[in-house]
């Protein structure tokens, strides 16, 4: 007999059929009688005093119905994380980037709200404009926040083993640096919402979100209003990859403004208007030492890193973190130290973007990593088998692999790929790269502290014992959760995937704290999963009272209830749930006991049959500060490889083959799991050969478009052969755990690496772009003549 | 959602009409044809024309018509149709194969030969090849109505010699003589949606299969304020015969012949180069196909 | 001031008052409330909110309504047959060619306008069929399959 029904197949997601008919409504689709449109006033300068607002021609506009600055919005601080709470809804005394926020109006129509912006007139005091971390962090340099005198948002330091020692013990120690660019999260959506503060005094907020859950924290904290009286709404979510996991201007300004005008407010963003938000990829500068010996044993690393934050926090206290304490495993490492530095600048802020904070650390080692290799003579994929961490393993700061298919991976794609074959043997042009990586299933902690549970979820069964109903708070952002949960409730109730009803992302089914790090599949799936056994429980116990068979000898399956000490006689309960269910539609014609029928029956003993999970992780690993960044009940993991040409006298690189074997505990969905590590090879090649936000001198953003600022179209992305590795992870539901932002991790050094192995030469810049190329194999020539 | 200004529209059915309201309405109006540039430029705030007048209803325009030596296309004909019609690629390839790599499909459909034209945007793709090909425009206003070489239409970013009453109203390509070979390379970041770092077009005609060089053409595109005539490398290759050397000769001199800036898509000093080595690259193809007998 | 225009919308003859500064993309969603056309850029880059244009595929959101006068449109609304998807359509459903949802509709009318006119297209005419529609999600891979498979199943 196989072991699931449901789940571990390639079931085509639950939103298929309304997103391929153009029926899936997103936030810009949706409008309410007697809406009103708001618009935002931001900031033309990156840094200036705010002399004076003056609002008395945009009040005499006709049509305008309400406007809020600082003065109307008031000057509570919010952001992310509570040690870091460094923004207010508009700005006060001061602008820090450009399109900080100053007004928001609510006019009858979109052309006069942006009429009406126009025509505040605000007066600017100019300051000078930081643009770059290291004249932030100089002596002297102006304060952007007046709370932190030296611009250094975060600072961390931590030291695991001892450094010092280990580099005493290395045959081999080098120092390269690294750095990116600061990149945009380029979802397609842009985010959009709408505000209903109703007659009661309730607040529904329907908004292109992440994370229904902070969203509605943040507007309860800001405006003032009782939680229990707010209530977020996802509609379909058009992408978010990170940028989307916390609650934006747009969303606060809306709400306020139905607030004050009773009206729906309908808010959102242009495509530069995305950008200026930001909330993407920091900019990092690593500079990392790292010892072995001569054997292959890498000893000692030494991170110091740099992150480029800009204007304010966001999730930047979290990825400072990230970006020491994802360099933990996969590889055995027993001394590890890192300096992070989160420095502010008059840019967009920048937040958590898939794979957070570890990405670009990840990349500058694994390019180190095989520098070392080349230097022992080493083949990269034995040396990194070397030092390959297992299940068990515990690494220096305390994460614990509960499960780790990272040598299965990386055997797989070496086996893949043809590296044996190819390995040293291409032709000048032509290269072939590997790297790991890993990442959490589930940031351990929230990003507020509290003991609340990560996800609790809610099944319902319908009165007819037909169909099951499943309440959650998780969003569905096109990564699948609302297939994987249904999947799972499907599965651990017993029945088929298609009697399951999800109803998602909305904060009065409960709270979940989002889709960000990689939590859904493994907390919400926890939480569903839980309160699918619950109902199943109630169900059986009912039929046990009725049938007389104890609990432990039945089951449920597919839809039908199995007795598993031969046949139990039914008929009784059959023709009782004919009685009842006369003139109604989707009648059982199973000779055997169905689920339908059963749950009717329970219906009729108990009333409405719910049942209720809720998770939260268990106890973490890591008691020293910082510890909870990092830690997570599980890992998941992934090795790639990649060819690559590159066109010597361009420096042109065309991506040929991917290969990528991804470690996800157990495929809920084999369908999804390859589309999200399909997905994040993508992003990876986009931001490791061409994504960049330029500024200019003055901290304009020179490429706020999908035309200037470049991701993969379908010509620059190869074909990916991917391999699905199952490694049964103990703390997840069903065994499984993340792969929506492992997958990214080994993609930018892969195809470094590759393209050193093509061109001799090594890049340590992003994006990787054919001109730095050119002039990398210039200097190259150069050194030899 | 961006908006667009608001302005007053006419699509007139017949050319006379669409010069006479030109004429009439002077500075504040503009011409719209594919909308492609046009509309992107009004949504931004660059521009805002009170009035616009579409050529899309002047059905003539959307011709391609075979003359005694020539062909003519009309102005608005899209991009897409370019890589389309058999003349066109067959009898200049280079056109068809510039045509293919503008944009992407969905502008390629909107996008008008004419609009790619007028913009002057240095790094357009058709200009270079169109300058190879030895085109000239046809300009027409209420009272008159002259033809510009290509060479002597462009000013810089954005400025051409067309007046404010003039419509482009039709490309014309003289027929090329037999053994004539042409190459456009584009260069861009991406493999689709993009915009040249560099381009060049190159065209050779050899008087027989293995004679000498009887004209050349090579044009440089985004690295001077318009695209430019390689003019220094064209002449080193007339009256000589191919070879790779002479290639490399005229590709190395083609670098003097730019004066590229660096902006957002790429610095000097990669452009200079990229110039020499597409230069070559073009060259050598474009020979290939002159051997060939084949007419570009 | 607003013209009147005469739109054939997914088979269906509309006749509609618009301002000139309207774009295709305003009309369809805001006035025929058909919302399956996205607007991701609003300048050309992206390929969302493409529509079929008197047969061939259009960034609708630089065309304006005015131009579109008399054309026959197909929006992503107007690809299924009644209750029956389209094979494009059914194939990415199939192969798992959507995540967010956000580019697919663009993305199925450049599938859909190519295998009307090549049935048989190879796997590089399928990506530069589908070069001006970016996805952030799927990789293409996905939607690259789906296209071909459906393409096989429509030859049959």
Not at chain 1, 25 to 32: K, N, R
Not at chain 1, 398 to 422: F, H, I, Q
Not at chain 1, 600 to 623: D, F, H, T
């Amino acid at each position: 007999m196989k072991q699931f029904s449901v789940i571990n197949t390639r079931l085509p997601r639950i939103d298929a059929h309304a997103k391929v008919t153009g029926d899936a409504q997103y936030a810009a689709d949706l409008s309410m009688p007697n809406m009103l449109y708001g618009a935002l006033l931001q900031s033309p300068f990156a840094h200036a005093k705010i002399l004076n607002i003056d609002i008395s021609k945009t009040k005499r506009l006709v049509g305008v119905k309400d406007i809020i600055t600082a003065k109307e919005a008031g000057l509570i601080k919010y952001g992310v994380s509570p040690a870091r709470y460094d923004e207010t809804l508009f700005c006060d005394k001061k602008v820090r980037y450009i399109g900080d926020e100053i007004a928001a109006v609510a006019a009858v129509d979109i052309e006069t709200a942006l009429e009406a912006v126009s025509l505040i007139k605000v007066d600017y005091e100019p300051l000078p404009v930081i643009l770059n971390v290291f004249d932030a962090i100089k002596e002297g340099a102006p304060a952007i926040h007046d709370d932190f005198p030296n611009n250094i948002c975060a600072e961390v330091h931590q030291e695991f083993g001892n450094v010092e020692e280990g580099f005493k013990q290395s045959d081999y120690i080098r120092t390269d640096k690294f750095v990116n660019k600061k990149q945009d999260g380029a979802f397609l959506e842009p985010q959009a919402c709408i505000a209903v503060y109703d007659l009661n005094e309730n607040l529904t907020l329907y908004t292109s979100t992440q994370s229904p859950h902070y969203v509605q924290r943040t507007v309860a904290m800001v405006l003032n209003i009782p939680i229990g009286k707010i209530r977020v709404v996802q509609p379909y979510v058009g992408g978010g990859f990170g940028p989307k996991a916390a609650a934006n201007s747009i969303e606060l300004s809306a709400c306020l403004l139905s607030k004050r005008t009773g009206r729906p407010v309908k808010m959102g963003f242009t495509r530069e208007q995305v950008f200026l938000h930001s909330r993407g990829r920091h900019q990092f500068y690593h500079e990392l030492t790292t010892g072995v010996k001569k054997d292959g044993t890498i000893v000692a690393l030494k991170n110091t890193c740099y992150l480029d934050g800009g204007a304010y926090a966001s999730f930047g206290i979290a990825t400072v973190y990230y970006a020491g304490s994802l360099l933990g495993g996969p590889y055995k490492l027993a001394n590890m130290k890192y300096d992070g530095y989160r420095v502010y600048t008059n840019k967009p802020a920048c937040g958590a973007q898939r794979g957070h904070g570890g990405v670009v650390a990840r990349a500058a080692w694994e390019q180190q990593l095989d520098i070392i290799a080349e230097e022992l003579g080493m083949d990269p994929i034995e040396f990194r088998l070397k030092n390959i961490m297992q299940r068990g393993d515990v690494t220096c700061n305390d994460l614990n692999m509960s499960s780790l298919g990272m040598r299965e991976s990386l055997e797989a794609v070496r086996d893949g790929s043809g590296w044996v074959r190819k390995k040293g043997k291409l032709p000048k042009g032509k290269g072939i790269g590997v790297a790991c990586g890993f990442f959490v299933s589930g940031a351990g902690y929230p990003i507020y502290r509290s003991e609340t549970f990560h996800s609790t979820a809610m099944i319902k069964l319908s009165e007819d014992g037909g169909t099951v109903d499943l309440f959650t708070a998780a969003a569905e952002i096109g990564q699948g959760s609302d297939t994987i949960l249904s999947m799972i409730a499907a599965e651990a109730l017993g029945v088929r995937f298609e009697d399951v009803k999800i109803h998602s992302g909305n904060t009065d089914f409960g709270v979940d704290l989002g889709a960000y790090s990689s939590r859904q599949t493994l907390m919400s799936g926890h939480a569903v999963k839980q309160a699918a056994e619950n109902v199943k429980q109630q169900v059986l116990e009912v039929l046990s009272k009725k049938l007389n068979t104890p609990l432990e000898d039945m089951d449920i399956k597919d839809g039908l209830i199995i007795f598993k000490k031969g046949p139990v006689d039914c008929s009784s309960l059959k023709a009782s749930y004919i009685k009842e269910h006369r003139g109604w539609a989707k009648f059982p014609t199973e000779s055997q006991l169905t689920f339908q029928e059963a749950a009717r029956i329970a219906y009729l003993e108990k009333g409405v049959i719910v049942g209720s999970g809720a998770y939260k992780p268990g106890e973490l690993g890591g008691k020293y500060k910082g510890a909870a960044v990092g830690t997570s009940p599980a890992y998941g993991c992934s090795a790639q490889i990649v060819e690559v040409t590159v066109d010597m006298e361009t420096g042109e690189v065309t991506v040929d083959n991917m290969t990528d074997a991804h470690d996800c505990g157990l495929a809920i969905n084999r369908m999804n799991v390859e589309g999200q590590m399909q997905g994040s090879l993508s992003m990876g090649l986009g931001e490791a050969l061409f994504e960049e936000v330029k500024f200019d001198k003055k901290g304009k953003i020179e490429n706020p478009t999908l035309g200037e600022y470049r991701i993969p179209t379908a010509l620059d992305m190869p074909n990916v052969n991917t391999i699905i590795i199952e490694s049964n992870e103990p703390n997840g539901p069903f065994g499984a755990k993340e792969v929506g932002e492992g997958a990214i991790m080994p993609t930018i050094p892969a195809i470094l690496n590759a393209i050193y192995d093509a061109t001799g030469v090594r890049i340590k810049e992003l994006p990787v772009t054919a001109e730095r190329i050119y002039h990398a194999l210039k200097e190259k020539e150069k050194g030899k003549e | 959602m961006l908006l667009l200004p608001k302005f007053d529209y006419y699509e007139p059915k017949e050319l006379t009409e669409a010069c006479r309201l030109l004429s009439e309405t002077g500075s504040k109006a503009k011409i719209i044809a594919g909308g492609t540039d046009i509309l992107v430029n009004m949504k931004k705030g660059l521009i805002s024309p009170k009035v616009l007048v579409s050529l899309g209803r002047i059905s003539r325009l959307s011709e391609v018509e075979r003359m005694n030596k020539s062909i003519t296309i009309g102005s608005h004909l899209i991009i897409a149709k370019l890589a389309e019609f058999d003349l066109i690629r067959k009898r200049f390839s280079i056109l068809a194969s510039a045509a293919k790599v503008l944009g992407s499909p969905l502008v390629r459909n909107r996008a008008t030969i004419g609009g790619n034209i007028v913009t002057a945007r240095p790094a357009a793709d058709l200009p270079p090849v169109l300058m190879a090909l030895g085109a000239k425009v046809k300009l027409k206003s209420r009272r008159s109505e002259r033809e510009v070489a290509l060479d002597d239409f462009f000013i810089g970013p954005g400025a051409t010699v067309i007046k404010p009453d003039e419509i482009l109203t039709r490309v014309i390509i003289p027929e090329t003589p037999s053994y004539t070979g042409g190459h456009y390379i584009k260069l861009g970041h991406r493999k689709a949606l993009e915009i040249a770092i560099v381009a060049v077009a190159s065209k050779i005609t050899l008087n027989k299969p293995d004679g000498v060089i009887k004209d050349a053409k090579i044009v440089l595109s985004a690295v001077a304020p318009k695209a430019v005539h390689a003019k220094s490398a064209e002449e080193v290759l007339i009256g000589e015969k191919p070879s790779a050397k002479l290639f490399e000769e005229a590709a190395s001199l083609a670098m003097n012949d730019c004066k590229p800036i660096t902006d957002i898509r790429g610095g000097v000093d990669y452009r200079q180069a990229m110039v020499e080595i597409l230069t070559r690259r073009t060259l050598s193809f474009a020979w290939k196909e002159a051997k060939k007998g084949k007419k570009q | 001031m607003k013209q009147i225009i005469i739109l054939t919308v997914n088979n269906k003859v509309y006749e509609i008052a618009v301002a000139p500064n309207r774009t295709l993309t305003q009309v369809l969603r805001e006035d025929l409330n058909l919302t399956g056309t996205k607007e991701g850029c609003g300048i050309g880059d992206c390929g969302a909110c493409a529509v079929i244009m008197d047969g061939r595929p259009v960034n609708s959101c630089l065309v304006l309504a005015v131009q579109a006068n008399g054309s026959d449109i197909t929006t992503i609304e107007g690809i299924a047959e009644r209750e029956k998807l389209h094979p494009v359509q059914q194939a990415f459903v199939e192969h798992g060619a959507i995540q967010c949802g956000f580019c697919t509709s663009g993305m199925i009318i450049s599938a859909k306008s190519l295998l009307d006119k090549k049935p048989k297209p190879s796997e590089l005419e399928i990506r530069e069929a589908i070069s001006g529609n970016l996805c952030r999600c799927t990789g293409y891979q996905k939607i690259v399959e789906a296209i071909m498979d459906a393409s096989q199943k429509m030859k049959k």
